[in-house]
């Protein structure tokens, strides 16, 4: 019964992980979302956690994110050369410094993208690699503050 409850426990929070990419139509997308997922496990759950709610007052949180929602470059930038300082999210202040991910790719980082932009109730479509070359690229004003 216990090995029941536990394939059962796992099976279930495997479809909620899906939940938001089981959404998405368009098949790139999904493509994209799907291997983002797996990039997203793998580099930044261990902080914002698998369903993006980050870490109490410690690291924010992706999901319903103000800060994320506002500026895709931003943040495809933050994944890429990480943010040390203060930052306002949702209302709270945080400033715990995030790592940058310098060996991941523009498509590793499009994947990412995608997957945080149309999971957990958003539906920001595509992130492709040409967008992540030209947030990368842009490197003057306001840029992760």
Known sequence: MAVLLAGYACNDRKQTQNAGINEIKDLKTKQYAIQGQQLYLQYCSNCHQEDG???ARLIPPLKGADYMLTDIGRTIRLIKHGITG?????GITYNQPMPGNQHLTSIEIAQISTYIYNVWGNQKGLIGTEQVK???KNTSGPDLQ
């Open 86 to 90: 203060e930052i306002l999210v949702n």
């Open 53 to 55: 709610s980050g870490l």
């Open 134 to 136: 030209d947030a990368l």
